[in-house]
């Protein structure tokens, strides 16, 4: 069964960065865009970024021009690097893959701690 590993979260200060990996431990076939969601307890999983296979990029507005979003598409592999973080973007962020074959494929999480 494929599954999306996250990495690369963890704690930091307010101000400060973190990039998120997202690797498939298999083949995805014809996946045609990857992106990040993240979810707090309580609240419904928001879209983050998303990227498609022909490089089109869209950004939740609380993230535009703090987040950058890029793909290797040979590795089915996603990144987030993610910059001057705020308290409120503490989350747990998800990475998922769509594929026209098998539909939406998600990761477990990594959590994202942001201190003031």
């Known amino acids: 069964q494929v599954q999306l590993v996250e990495s690369g979260g963890g704690l930091v200060q307010a101000g400060g960065s973190l990039r998120l990996s997202c690797a498939a431990s298999?083949?995805?076939?014809?996946?045609?865009?990857m992106g990040w969601h993240r979810q707090v307890p309580g609240k419904q999983r928001e879209l983050v970024a998303v990227?498609?296979?022909?490089?089109?990029?869209n950004y939740a507005d609380s993230v535009k021009g703090r987040f950058t979003i890029s793909r290797d598409n040979a590795k089915n592999t996603v990144y987030l690097q993610m910059n001057s973080l705020k308290p409120e973007d503490t989350a747990v962020y998800y990475c998922?893959?769509?594929?026209?074959?098998?539909?939406?494929?998600w990761g477990q999480g990594t959590q994202v701690t942001v201190s003031s």
């Open positions: 998922k893959a769509h594929s026209s074959v098998l539909g939406d494929v």
């Open positions: 298999g083949s995805i076939p014809s996946v045609n865009a």
């Open positions: 990227i498609t296979s022909w490089s089109w990029t």
